[in-house]
T-cell receptor, first 110, second 120 residues
Framework: LAKTTQPISMDSYEGQEVNITCSHNNIATNDYITWYQQFPSQGPRFIIQ???TKVTNEVASLFIPADRKSSTLSLPRVSLSDTAVYYCLVKYSGTYKYIFGTGTRLKVLA | GAVVSQHPSRVICKSGTSVKIECRSLDFQATTMFWYRQFPKQSLMLMATSNEGSKATYEQGVEKDKFLINHASLTLSTLTVTSAHPEDSSFYICSASGTGLPYTSTDTQYFGPGTRLTVL
């Protein structure tokens, strides 16, 4: 059974680094892991995407271990405006279905 | 780049009526479009996947005669909720993936802003 799980919520203070992990067993071998940010009543916004090891862009880093059974989104120096729900999205092997993670509600405190 | 629009953003209708939601990719060719449904404080649930010019593939438990999906061009997909009832009230979000986008794979999904449907 394909399961994509994330911690339900996290609190952090402004300026801290936040790491959010997504556990995804049995994902498709040749597919990417993608992370999104969602604010209330809005569609998810693309943050970062990776296949293996480490990917970095101007807003985040993504760490993927060799077994690809999990991935970690790293947000450096968060601000109040980073308060949102963060989702991972993966495609599972066999079914080749896209499944969103359960979502992590990040609250950044002043 | 990778802009997806949805219209309308919000709709209120009476029970028994049909509602059409449009999803457009504005600056790329969307070879595949997806429709999701999201209830409050829950994750997104995939309803169906459509490829341009083909019939949509519906997820288990989604009634294809109730949620009609058309993907007639590389920039437009529509979702029609037929004979809507209060239990169909939800946040509907489309996404698109395709060609002509730099730095990401052709499978990367870009999402529209969503449509809030309220059925009275």
């Amino acid at each position: 059974l394909a399961k994509t799980t994330q911690p339900i919520s996290m609190d952090s203070y402004e300026g801290q680094e936040v790491n959010i992990t997504c556990s995804h067993n049995n994902i498709a071998t040749n597919d990417y892991i993608t992370w999104y940010q969602q604010f209330p009543s809005q569609g998810p916004r693309f943050i970062i995407q990776g296949y293996k090891t480490k990917v970095t862009n101007e807003v985040a880093s993504l760490f993927i271990p060799a077994d690809r059974k999990s991935s970690t989104l790293s947000l450096p120096r968060v601000s109040l405006s980073d308060t949102a729900v963060y989702y991972c999205l993966v495609k599972y092997s066999g079914t080749y279905k896209y499944i969103f993670g359960t979502g992590t509600r990040l609250k950044v405190l002043a | 780049g990778a802009v997806v629009s949805q219209h309308p953003s919000r709709v209120i209708c009476k029970s028994g009526t049909s509602v059409k939601i449009e999803c457009r990719s504005l600056d790329f060719q969307a070879t595949t479009m997806f429709w999701y449904r999201q209830f409050p404080k829950q994750s997104l649930m995939l309803m169906a996947t459509s490829n341009e010019g083909s019939k949509a593939t519906y997820e288990q438990g989604v009634e294809k005669d109730k949620f009609l999906i058309n993907h007639a061009s590389l920039t437009l997909s529509t979702l029609t909720v037929t004979s809507a009832h209060p239990e169909d009230s939800s946040f509907y979000i489309c996404s698109a993936s395709g060609t002509g986008l730099p730095y990401t794979s052709t499978d990367t999904q870009y999402f529209g802003p969503g449509t809030r449907l309220t059925v009275l």
